[in-house]
T-cell receptor, first 114, second 111 residues
Framework: DAGVIQSPRHEVTEMGQEVTLRCKPISGHDYLFWYRQTMMRGLELLIYFNNNVPIDDSGMPEDRFSAKMPNASFSTLKIQPSEPRDSAVYFC????????????FGPGTRLTVT | LAKTTQPISMDSYEGQEVNITCSHNNIATNDYITWYQQFPSQGPRFIIQGYKTKVTNEVASLFIPADRKSSTLSLPRVSLSDTAVYYCLVGPLGGYNKLIFGAGTRLAVHP
């Protein structure tokens, strides 16, 4: 398997624009997670899905953030409108259900909002 | 939530064994201990997970004393490629929203 795939790897946009980050989890994995990493706040869980259903979105910072998982092989994280403080690396991760915290992370999307 | 405390940074040399200790004094009965590794410009990578005593895999060993108030990640014979940030996480199975990646421990391995 190719692992978790994220696109784009880098995104530079202007404040106020809509940004869509994409993730393809590892085939067969039941859980999908979106994280954000910044120097100031470290790695934070934004939202996670189980079998395509959002389970906990309490980490989503504002209503400007939304996430969807239309099927088992695709998820998006959308920011509309984007702000400079959204600049961060966004990671998607997936894992199998079971008795472990063995999550597989993607390479991340580095977002810069100017 | 169980709070974890790790050293901010550590230095080692190639070929040495490195032990990184994590303190989690208020760990709950149903909490597990998980360690991740993160290289620059990459996502974290799962290393090992345990509940009590000792767990070993091809990458590392995890030592957990009987009171479970701390744990030690042991990396045998490190190489330059082990330079990374190591995170200790504590939480109940399935409690994904309770896992906290703190600042981690920055390990620098020198030639």
């Amino acid at each position: 398997d190719a692992g978790v795939i994220q696109s784009p790897r880098h995104e530079v946009t202007e404040m106020g624009q809509e940004v869509t980050l994409r993730c393809k989890p590892i085939s067969g994995h039941d859980y999908l997670f979106w994280y954000r990493q910044t120097m100031m706040r470290g790695l934070e869980l934004l939202i996670y899905f189980n079998n395509n259903v959002p389970i906990d979105d309490s980490g989503m910072p504002e209503d400007r953030f939304s996430a969807k998982m239309p099927n088992a092989s695709f998820s998006t994280l959308k920011i509309q409108p984007s702000e400079p403080r959204d600049s961060a690396v966004y990671f998607c991760a997936s894992q199998l259900a079971g008795t472990s915290y063995e999550q597989y992370f993607g390479p991340g999307t580095r977002l810069t909002v100017t | 939530l169980a709070k974890t405390t790790q050293p901010i940074s550590m230095d080692s040399y190639e070929g040495q064994e490195v032990n990184i200790t994590c303190s989690h004094n208020n760990i709950a009965t149903n909490d597990y201990i998980t360690w991740y590794q993160q290289f620059p410009s990459q996502g974290p990578r799962f290393i090992i997970q345990g509940y009590k005593t000792k767990v070993t895999n091809e990458v590392a060993s995890l030592f957990i004393p009987a009171d479970r108030k701390s744990s030690t990640l042991s990396l045998p014979r490190v190489s330059l490629s082990d330079t990374a940030v190591y995170y200790c996480l504590v939480g109940p199975l399935g409690g994904y929203n309770k896992l906290i990646f703190g600042a981690g421990t920055r390990l620098a391995v020198h030639p």
